[in-house]
C-alpha cells in the first residue's frame, strides 16, 4: 500500500513569516513529487513539482526533495493571508498509469 | 491559459441512476484522469485514459463505471448504477504526461 502522510495542522504562521509543510512518503519507486493548492470546495491547483533531489525555487515557494529520507516539503516565504489553505502533496512512481497518490493535506493559516 | 472543464458543476441523482460526468481536458494534453474526493477526506485516484484506452485504475473503480472520449474532446466517467457512498466531489484531470492539471469538479449527490 502506498502511502503519502502529511500532518494535517492546523498550520498557523503570521503574515509575512516562513510556512513550512511537509510529507512523506512510503514507495521507494517514486519519481515525481507535487504540491497541490486546495481552497475549501474548490479542487486542487497545481503550484509546485520536483523531479530531482535538492531545492526548487518558484518565487514565495520552494520544494524540497529527499529521496534518500523519503521526503519532501514546501516552504512559503512572505505567507499572506491569501495563502490560507490546505495543500496536498501528490507522488507518481511514474508507472504507466501516471496515478498520483495524495496525503491527506495540510490546512494553512497565515494569520494578518 | 488553458484549463480542464467539467459539466455539470452541481448533479443530484436517485441511487441506482445512471450518471455521465464531462470533461474537456487541455487541448494538447495527451493522458486523461479522474480522481474524486469524498467530504474530508483525501483525493483517490480512480483511473487513468491514454490513447483511448484505460491505463490504470483503482480498486474503486469496479464495474459500476466507465470512461469514455467519444470525440476528439469530452472525456466523460459513467456511474451505472450509483450508490449512497458515490457522493463525492469528482475531478477530472489531464496532463502532457507530467504534471496534472485539474478541473473544478462535479459535485455528485446521490439521494
Known amino acids: 500500500q502506498k502511502e503519502v502522510e502529511q500532518n494535517s495542522g492546523p498550520l498557523s504562521v503570521p503574515e509575512g513569516a516562513i510556512a513550512s509543510l511537509n510529507c512523506t512518503y512510503s514507495?521507494?519507486?517514486?519519481?515525481?513529487f507535487f504540491w497541490y493548492r486546495q481552497y475549501s470546495g474548490k479542487s486542487p491547483e497545481l503550484i509546485m513539482f520536483?523531479?530531482?533531489?535538492g531545492d526548487k525555487e518558484d518565487g514565495r515557494f520552494t520544494a524540497q526533495l529527499n529521496k534518500a529520507s523519503q521526503y519532501v516539503s514546501l516552504l512559503i516565504r512572505d505567507s499572506q493571508p491569501s495563502d490560507s489553505a490546505t495543500y496536498l502533496c501528490?507522488?507518481?512512481?511514474?508507472?504507466?498509469?501516471?496515478?498520483?497518490?495524495f496525503g491527506g493535506g495540510t490546512r494553512l493559516m497565515v494569520k494578518p | 491559459e488553458p484549463e480542464v472543464t467539467q459539466t455539470p458543476s452541481h448533479q443530484v441523482t436517485q441511487m441506482g441512476q445512471e450518471v455521465i460526468l464531462r470533461c474537456v481536458p487541455i487541448s494538447n494534453h495527451l493522458y486523461f484522469y479522474w480522481y474524486r474526493q469524498i467530504l474530508g477526506q483525501k483525493v483517490e485516484f480512480l483511473v487513468s485514459f491514454y490513447n483511448n484506452e484505460i491505463s490504470e485504475k483503482s480498486e474503486i473503480f469496479d464495474d459500476q463505471f466507465s470512461v469514455e472520449r467519444p470525440d476528439g474532446s469530452n472525456f466523460t466517467l459513467k456511474i451505472r448504477s450509483t450508490k449512497l457512498e458515490d457522493s463525492a466531489m469528482y475531478f477530472c484531470?489531464?496532463?502532457?504526461?507530467?504534471?496534472?492539471?485539474f478541473g473544478p469538479g462535479t459535485r455528485l449527490t446521490v439521494t
Open positions: 484531470a489531464s496532463s502532457r504526461p507530467g504534471e496534472q492539471y
Open positions: 501528490a507522488v507518481n512512481n511514474n508507472n504507466a498509469g501516471n496515478m498520483l497518490t
Open positions: 520536483i523531479y530531482s533531489n
Open positions: 514507495d521507494r519507486g517514486s519519481q515525481s
